[in-house]
């Protein structure tokens, strides 16, 4: 074993899909707690500098787990690199305040 939790591993999130990742970095830190990755299992936002530890991938207003093993269990969007549910953002009207693009994992960046 490399050191890599098998059980769940590195993936990547790409519109709503997860793939495995091979490139995952151990020294970048985690979006949410900015501690390295190390070894935990981690997720990576396709084509954004975002990556978090997965025990870390709650939603930033209700603080649900976002990620369950590696199945995607809410439409994720991401304002500002933090993750929120598909059900906060539309209580929130976020979408609607054109905050968040309909496009999830889009920032306001």
């Known amino acids: 074993s490399s050191g890599i939790n098998a059980e769940y591993g590195?993936?990547?999130?790409?519109g709503h899909k997860?793939?495995?990742?091979?490139?995952?970095?151990s020294h970048t830190p985690c979006g949410i707690c900015a501690?390295?990755?190390?070894?935990?299992?981690?997720?990576?936002?396709?084509n954004t500098t975002f990556t978090y530890?997965?025990?870390?991938?709650?939603?930033?207003?209700?603080?649900?787990?976002?990620l369950d093993?590696?199945?995607l269990?809410?439409?994720?969007?991401?304002?500002?690199?933090q993750p929120y549910c598909d059900v906060c953002i539309r209580k929130m009207g976020m979408i609607r305040l054109g905050?968040?693009?309909?496009?999830?994992?889009?920032?306001?960046?």
Do not use: W
């Open 10 to 14: 590195h993936l990547t999130l790409v």
């Open 18 to 25: 997860l793939k495995e990742r091979t490139d995952a970095s």
């Open 35 to 46: 501690q390295p990755l190390g070894t935990m299992a981690s997720i990576h936002l396709d």
């Open 53 to 66: 530890h997965q025990a870390c991938f709650n939603c930033k207003h209700c603080n649900v787990a976002l």
């Open 69 to 71: 093993r590696n199945k």
């Open 73 to 81: 269990l809410y439409n994720v969007f991401v304002v500002d690199g």
């Open 99 to 109: 905050k968040v693009k309909r496009t999830p994992i889009k920032t306001t960046v």
